[in-house]
């Protein structure tokens, strides 16, 4: 019987009966037309509140055909969305046509921040796996305050080509950026996951937290020995579970 990856619940997710606000009716202009994104709204919010953006290092439409349903869709995004606006961030699901797509949606929450509510000093990303590269492109371009990866794929540091590697096996996108292109004023939250057997996650992470390290950049490498890839959906451990709520710990402190 083959596991459903929409389907796949965070191990640790927030009590139903909490009351978030889920706002499906947003929509910010990307090149190919106007597309859909999710707020989950911190309950009893006052004023402009923090927001964390679940970045897709996909396209929707091969999201679809291959699993059913794009990202913003799957029950892990909507249960990790209501964990953070549980915590008070605004969390922020989105479709997209292509991965660059996210640049789109961070311009245009900053653009109408009064309007949404939220703080535009007080962005910042979350992403795992393939979908961090992505998340660092973003970083990059535009003045969000933090990034959580969990598990992820990282850049290439000088001439590894392990990330290359990856995204032409895995199809996630990789964007034309090195560690020198990141911005020193942004930190971030790295989760390792120990037992990950996925070819070049662990060659890429080692890579580049030493020199994004090395660089001056603020990485903060949090060790999960025993975690499996995507430990958040498949490890229903204790330690698990504390990993979880020290990465919303983690972007509350860096969105305050």
Known sequence: MTTDPTRMHLVHPLDAATPIAVEHDHTYPTERGPLGFTIYRPPHAAGPTPAVVFVSGYPDPGLVQMFGAP???WASYVDWAR???AAGIAAIT?????????DALVAHLRAH?????IDPARIGLWACSGNAPTALGVLARHPVRTAALLY????DVGDARAAAEASARFFFALPPLGVDDLPARAPLLVVRAGRDAT????????RFVAAARARGLE??????????????????TPATRAVI??????????LA
């Open 71 to 73: 990202l913003a869709a």
């Open 83 to 85: 964990r953070l606006a």
């Open 94 to 102: 989105y479709a997209n046509h292509v991965p660059d797509d996210a």
């Open 113 to 117: 921040a009064d309007r949404l509510g």
């Open 152 to 155: 992820p794929f990282l850049l």
């Open 199 to 206: 070819p070049g996650i662990d060659a890429t992470l080692t």
């Open 219 to 236: 990485v903060e490498l949090v060790e999960h020995p025993d975690a499996p890839h995507a430990f958040d959906l498949v490890d229903d």
């Open 245 to 254: 709520e020290q990465v919303v710990a983690y972007l509350g402190r860096a």
